[in-house]
């Protein structure tokens, strides 16, 4: 079966400027997590989305912001950007989001703010 | 916060049994154990879980103590391939329940 696809894999933006990254999730999965991934704090959890509804939530300024459509696919967008924006986000699908399912991770996003 | 602590690195050589700790000495009866790995610039994935008995699949084996404070992932017969940051994650069953990541323990096998 197909994985879960990010896209893109890579982006260069500008301070100010806003993001919009995307996650498929595999087919028949209702849930998407998103992480930011950063030197400094790791892996950090920003927000899960179920059934286009967003179900929990990291500890992330409201620049961060995400949605859910009704294939499951997810968006996240981050505004006004800042160079500490700068990270590997990683979404993940899971069946309906409780760890004991298990996750699958996408290869990520590479957002460089210059 | 991560529920778990781990030894910051270990290495093995290849071909080796490879015995990953992790201390989890405040976890509740309904959380389990989990173990994700992450190679270089990829996505975290799943290796396997367990609550208090012994688990195995094709990658990798979860030996938890009887007490369940603390555990150990054992891969078999270590190769290059599994060189990574391997994360003891503990987490409950509950529909908010969600993947909380520490710092993991970096694997270098060596030749």
């Known amino acids: 079966k197909a994985g879960v696809t990010q896209t893109p894999r890579y ?32 892996l950090q959890f920003l927000f899960e989305y179920f059934s286009e509804t967003q179900r929990n939530k990291g500890n992330f300024p409201g620049r961060f ?9 997810s968006e996240m967008n ?4 800042e160079l500490g924006d ?10 309906n989001g409780q760890a004991f399912y298990g996750y699958t991770f996408g290869s990520g996003t590479r957002l ?3 | 916060d991560a529920k778990t602590t781990q030894p910051p690195s270990m290495d093995c050589a290849e071909g080796r049994a490879a015995n990953l700790p992790c ?9 389990y154990v989990y173990w994700y790995r992450q190679i270089h610039s990829q996505g975290p994935q799943y290796i396997i879980h367990g609550l208090k008995n012994n688990e195995t699949n094709e990658m990798a084996s979860l030996i938890i103590t009887e007490d369940r404070k603390s ?5 078999p017969h270590a190769t290059l391939r599994d060189t990574a940051v391997y994360y003891c994650i503990v987490e409950s069953t509950g529909a908010n329940s969600k993947l909380t990541f520490g710092k993991g323990i970096t694997l270098s096998v060596r030749p």
């Not at chain 1, 982006?11 to 990254?21: E, N, P, W």
Request: with cysteine.
């Open chain 1, 78 to 81: 981050v505004s006004t950007l």
């Open chain 2, 71 to 75: 555990s150990t992932l054992i891969l």
């Open chain 1, 86 to 95: 700068s990270a590997l986000y990683l979404c993940a699908s899971s069946l």
């Open chain 1, 65 to 73: 912001s995400g949605r859910q459509f009704s294939n499951s696919r």
């Open chain 2, 23 to 31: 201390n989890h000495s405040t976890i509740s009866g309904n959380e």
């Open chain 1, 112 to 114: 460089t703010v210059v």
């Open chain 1, 11 to 42: 982006l260069i933006k500008t301070r100010g400027q806003q993001v919009t990254l995307s996650c498929s999730p595999i087919s028949g999965h209702r849930s998407v997590s998103w992480y930011q991934q950063t030197p400094g704090q790791g």
